[in-house]
T-cell receptor, first 113, second 110 residues
Framework: GQQLNQSPQSMFIQEGEDVSMNCTSS?????WLWYKQDPGEGPVLLIA?????ELTSNGRLTAQFGITRKDSFLNISASIPSDVGIYFC?????????????FGTGTRLTIIP | NAGVTQTPKFRVLKTGQSMTLLCAQD?????MYWYRQDPGMGLRLIHY???????AKGEVPDGYNVSRLKKQNFLLGLESAAPSQTSVYFC?????????FGQGTRLTVV
């Protein structure tokens, strides 16, 4: 099956720092999604990307759909305590809802006081 | 508008027992999914449904069965629970490809 490699697996940063994480695939995806999961909760959608090269922002979050369609990046600027959590990338071959998402293994973000 | 609701939130089962996890969505979504989440493994798809009366296998379907008798409900059954099924289970629904998740069910099989 398709594999999504997400890195880094964990990050320890200080409040105010910028964060970068990425996701790479062994095959092409036509949709990339980024989710955040808070402790004890389900994942919540942050950003959706539908075109190669697309750059989309949601507040302090910016995500990019790689030109090769095999990767995606998420950046968080000026991190704050509520950014703590696990970030998942997810890819889908089609742009239609009846295809299942493939999830990365997650990046756990911790903010050091 | 509650979104996606899962019941129960926690459950402890003995090996060999059976149980059903219920997922309900009030967004009139066609697509519904069951995932399991294990440490270091991300989310893995168990079964999914593209509409009322339909089901399909995902990545890790063995030991689970599902039913979608009503559009708003997607049931996940464990006929004979095994310790390997200890996990956090998430239900999700979607209209297109932006899936919305429930809060999860933490299942422990002893």
């Amino acid at each position: 099956g398709q594999q999504l490699n997400q890195s880094p697996q964990s990050m320890f940063i200080q409040e105010g720092e910028d964060v970068s994480m990425n996701c790479t695939s062994s095959s092409i995806f036509n949709t990339w999604l980024w989710y955040k999961q808070d402790p004890g909760e389900g994942p919540v959608l942050l950003i959706a990307l539908y075109k190669a090269g697309e750059l989309t922002s949601n507040g302090r979050l910016t995500a990019q759909f790689g030109i090769t369609r095999k990767d995606s990046f998420l950046n968080i600027s000026a991190s704050i305590p509520s950014d703590v959590g696990i970030y998942f990338c997810a890819g889908q071959v089609s742009n239609f809802g009846n295809e299942k998402l493939t999830f990365g293994t997650g990046t756990r973000l911790t903010i050091i006081p | 508008n509650a979104g996606v609701t899962q019941t129960p939130k926690f459950r402890v089962l003995k090996t060999g027992q059976s149980m059903t996890l219920l997922c309900a969505q009030d967004m009139n979504h066609e697509y519904m999914y069951w995932y399991r989440q294990d440490p270091g493994m991300g989310l893995r798809l168990i079964h999914y449904s593209v509409g009322e009366g339909t089901t399909a296998k995902g990545e890790v379907p063995d030991g689970y069965n599902v039913s979608r008798l009503k559009k708003q409900n997607f049931l996940l059954g464990l006929e004979s629970a095994a310790p390997s099924q200890t996990s956090v289970y998430f239900c999700a629904s979607s209209k297109t490809n932006e899936a919305f998740f429930g809060q999860g069910t933490r299942l422990t099989v002893v």
